[in-house]
């Protein structure tokens, strides 16, 4: 057993601070102090379940007072462990040690095939077999932990823990020679506080026996149709007579959807009663099956705090105690700051946005994780989520026209497959694979078509599917549309808080150097004549940032427009970026745009394993780091992240001092930004929002791990600087938007040269700040 685990990660936290510190808003619980938090055999989220390291690392990441449930099992001997399941095959690798152990018994009622602890006696369990992760999507570098005993967590801190024991199997026990009531009497429950189980007639028994007043008894639900093996009704039959059961408990147990159900298609449905229900008969409400790595509903767009917040802080009620695997960001929730007696999450609804000076907040594609991207519905919801910066990634059609989308290539984030397929060509200087490109098509073709929800991993790979009911809404803008209702916006007072106007930053596509040569269109040109309009009208507060991944296109914007912002995206993974290419780089560009792993590395195990120096000598220089692409889903975070978007928010911002974020997900960004747990200036809190250091984790591995990954090369002047643009080439008349002929200018354009660029950037729109003082901060 870890006694003393060293603390790996860097956190914004001070446990000296009491547990129930009153907070300046009152907890809608039913006595009025915050909900606890129960963490499920330990951190089980990322460690085996129930073992030491489990235990320790709750304690260690979590709020003090943390409460430490314990599924209990008894062994042959009725010697009792901890372990979340009964079938030993679950969780441990007793099948491996004793394949011919396997046996089936009765299970209230159903026949239930495996290896059971009560076919073991206790020495064998303890000693000889070991405890893994039992579901899949989660790491087993930490597998190999010792079973634990009740007293091996009653004992594991000290002053010791409070702990919650769930006897889950009375009745099969029984039948069975072996007593749980008996083990409890025989421990005399010492260090216990909390005993559930989803049998009536046990908690009826125990009644008799306990003092009440320091433990307390809680009726644990299962599934409504499934049946509670004492009384032979189901638990949606039971449910309905809440006084019945506060005649033998004080709380009841339920799974999260008794409070918020949802429809089978994973969307929320209207709260139950049962929260104030249960609280007019005196009974605490605790939920479960509360884990980050699985989603309870699309309305939580994969962030886990979000769901947290919606039990404890949605102004109508708040359950007693939430039961997590990944106790940090239960705890993030309802944590405090000493200094302010404000909670990390909770109770900051109507909290301004962050003061001047801030990381900023750029949209990539729009709210893209709501949303499919580029369209009406993915930037209002943008805006609406807090996104200081909103984009566009400026495509051209056949007939002139600039409009928004991620990629020249309409096969992803459209349905023009089903359509235009006849249409489709190879062009290697853009993509190595065939596409349909939206220069090879008119606008009146492309404006009808229908947009496609895209995430980062296709769901015939592993990936989750983004909102579905919108997978295919929304419509296309052009940039004149776009360029207006980021006008619209920033006269609406949107981004008011930052109390000056809102810059805008337009990212100029790959397709440039090819669209001048061979499609005689001119999109630095265009992008140019559009954007001199939006800002010409005295009255307007629109200023412009570019982006590209082209030092040709940030030179030509430079001598277009010298107080435009310039960003220089560097698609490819770096290690370094020496003090010669920074400076280079300086002479076309403000900031830097760079990959998550050009920031620190991963091996393929996804544990972080190494931080880089590149924001440090981009800092060194005079030049501000944007990193992308961010996103809320967890099967796209290292494990070092716990499956926390804000953890991997807290570490670019507070850990690397990055400049910007690029994020699918503006909102969940946004609530990072409004937290007090994010400001580093506050260092007197009950709990903040850790921040990882890499590789520390690796070290508690048990199991191989894959090797550390050759480093990314180092930045060179050559592969950072572009050659000129070539010019424009002629081309005729042509027939714009409008349906008026039009002529495309051979004014040099001003692109990117690089090909295969999958993920183009979008145009944005920056927080209301004074972009060189933002840009140049650190």
């Not at 886990?304 to 404890?312: H, R, T």
């Not at 002479?587 to 972080?608: G, M, Q, W």
């Not at 180092?714 to 000129?724: E, Q, R």
């Not at 938007?737 to 999958?758: F, L, Y």
Request: charged letters at 20%; proline letters at 7%.
């Amino acid at each position: 057993m870890i006694k003393h685990l060293v603390v790996v990660f860097l956190l914004i936290i001070d446990l000296s601070t009491a547990a129930n510190q009153a907070s300046d808003q009152k907890w809608l619980t039913l006595d009025g102090q915050r909900p606890a938090i129960i963490v499920k055999g330990g951190f089980s989220g990322l460690f085996p379940d129930s073992s030491s390291i489990a235990y320790d690392f709750a304690t260690q990441l979590s709020l003090k007072g943390t409460i430490l449930y314990c599924d209990l099992q008894l062994s042959k001997d009725k010697v009792g462990f901890c372990l979340s399941s009964f079938r030993l095959d679950n969780t441990t690798n007793i099948a491996q040690l004793f394949p011919d152990a396997k046996k089936t018994y009765n299970v209230n009622g159903k026949q239930v095939q495996g290896w059971f602890p009560l076919d073991f006696p206790a020495d064998v369990l303890l000693n000889e077999v070991s405890s893994g992760q039992s579901v899949m999507s989660r790491p087993i570098a930490f597998d190999g932990q010792p079973l634990l005993l009740v007293e091996n967590v009653t004992g594991i801190t000290d002053p010791p823990p409070i702990v919650w024991l769930n006897v889950e199997y009375d009745m099969f026990y029984n039948q069975n020679n072996i007593s749980p009531m008996q083990y409890l009497e025989g421990m005399e429950l010492l260090g216990i506080s909390y005993i559930s189980s989803p049998e009536i007639g046990f908690l009826k028994g125990l009644a008799q026996k306990v003092d009440k007043a320091r433990i307390k008894l809680v009726f644990k639900f299962q599934e409504p149709e499934a049946v509670e093996p004492t009384t032979n009704q189901t638990y949606g039959t039971i449910l309905k007579n809440l006084e019945g059961i506060k005649a033998f408990a004080s709380g009841i147990l339920v799974p999260k959807t008794y409070i918020w159900p949802v429809t089978k298609d994973m969307y929320l449905l209207p709260a139950t009663s049962l929260v104030s229900d249960a609280h007019k008969q005196g009974l605490q409400v605790y939920a479960y099956t509360f884990a980050n790595d699985l989603p309870g509903s699309y309305n939580y767009s994969y962030d886990p705090s979000v769901e947290y917040l919606q039990f404890i802080d949605n102004g109508n009620f708040s359950v007693d105690g939430v039961l997590t695997e990944f106790p940090p960001t239960a705890s993030e929730a309802v944590g405090k700051i000493k200094t302010k007696l404000k909670t990390c999450l909770a109770h900051i609804v109507n909290a301004s946005k962050p003061r001047k000076g801030k990381t900023l907040i750029i949209s990539h594609n729009g709210a893209s994780g709501d949303y499919p991207g580029c369209t009406d519905l993915a930037y209002e919801e943008a805006v609406k989520d807090g996104a200081d910066i909103i984009d566009c990634s400026v495509q051209m059609t056949k007939d002139g026209v600039a409009f928004c989308l991620d990629t020249a290539d309409l096969m992803v984030g459209t349905n023009a497959v089903t359509q235009f397929m006849s249409r489709s060509s190879s062009i290697p200087e853009i993509q190595p694979n065939k596409g349909i490109f939206s220069f090879d098509l008119t606008w009146s073709e492309i404006k009808n078509l229908k947009p496609q929800l895209v995430g980062p991993v296709s769901q015939d790979q592993g990936g989750l599917p983004r909102n579905p009911a919108y997978k295919d809404k929304g419509k296309f803008l052009t940039l004149t549309e776009f360029l207006d209702f980021a006008k619209s916006k920033a006269v609406s007072g949107i981004l008011i808080n930052i109390q000056i106007p809102n810059p805008l930053v337009l990212v100029v596509t790959q397709n440039a150097a090819y669209l001048a040569s061979n499609k005689g269109l001119d999109i630095v040109g265009t992008i140019t004549s559009e954007v001199r309009n939006a800002t010409s009208d005295k009255q307007s507060s629109l200023k412009v940032m570019i982006r590209s991944d082209d030092t040709s296109v940030l030179a030509k914007f430079k001598e277009e427009f010298p107080t435009y912002q310039r960003v220089l995206r560097i698609k490819e993974v770096i290690s370094e970026a020496p003090k010669q290419t920074v400076e280079e780089i300086k002479k076309y560009a403000d900031a830097v745009e760079v990959r998550k792993p050009s920031i620190v590395t991963s091996n393929k195990d996804y544990f972080l394993t190494n931080a880089t120096k590149v924001v440090e000598q981009m800092h060194a220089g005079n030049i501000s780091v944007h990193v992308s692409t961010l996103y809320n889903e967890f099967n796209t975070m290292a494990f070092d992240y716990f499956a926390d978007p804000l953890i991997e928010i807290a570490t670019l911002i507070e850990g690397f001092q990055v400049d910007a974020l690029v994020t699918d997900f503006p909102a969940t960004a946004s609530n990072y930004m409004r937290t007090p747990c994010s400001d580093p200036s506050i260092t007197q809190g009950e709990y903040g929002i850790p921040v990882v250091q890499p590789g520390s984790i690796l070290e508690f591995a048990l199991q191989p791990v894959s090797p550390l990954p050759a480093p990314a090369p180092i930045l060179s002047t050559d592969n950072a600087v572009d050659p000129p643009l070539p010019p424009v080439s002629r081309k005729p008349a042509s027939t714009s938007a409008s349906g008026s002929a039009s002529t495309t200018p051979a004014a040099p354009p001003g692109p990117e040269n690089i090909a295969n660029k999958q993920t183009s950037l979008c145009l944005s729109r920056v927080a209301p700040l004074v972009l060189t003082l933002l840009l140049t901060r650190h």
